[in-house]
């Protein structure tokens, strides 16, 4: 008894839901990464015995929880920082500012604080 072969048909995968899939993964990576560049403030951390002389002749900057901020023994408000620090910086010999947060201040407060700082025109900046 002899079977009939069937005839042999050849399959073909279509690539039209491959190439669906590969675009839809292409879409979403564009759409989910960050372009932005972020910024960034350099800080240079000192030995020991450059935090000694940091101290001297520096102008201390305390930011609180509350918008406040206390330069050296005057306190203001965090809007009036950058009126009052440059004319404070234009006295001083070093031109060096020291940044020590009180407790619970918001990250955000802090960077503002030092980007004033950056702005007023001092030479040296030190975070505590």
Known sequence: MLF???????????MTPLIDI????LIFFMLTTNFIHQNSILLQVPNS???????????????????????NADK?????LD???????ASSKT???VV???QNVELQTLVDVLDKVRDSGALAISLL
């Open 4 to 14: 009939a072969q069937a005839a042999k048909t050849k399959k073909w995968v279509s």
């Open 22 to 25: 590969v675009f839809l993964l």
């Open 49 to 71: 015995t450059a935090l000694k002389n940091s101290w001297q002749d520096a102008i201390l900057v305390r930011p609180d929880k509350n918008g406040l901020v206390r330069i």
């Open 76 to 80: 203001i408000k965090l809007s009036e």
């Open 83 to 89: 009126k009052k620090l440059p004319m404070i910086l």
């Open 95 to 97: 031109k060096r500012v």
């Open 100 to 102: 020590q947060p009180y």
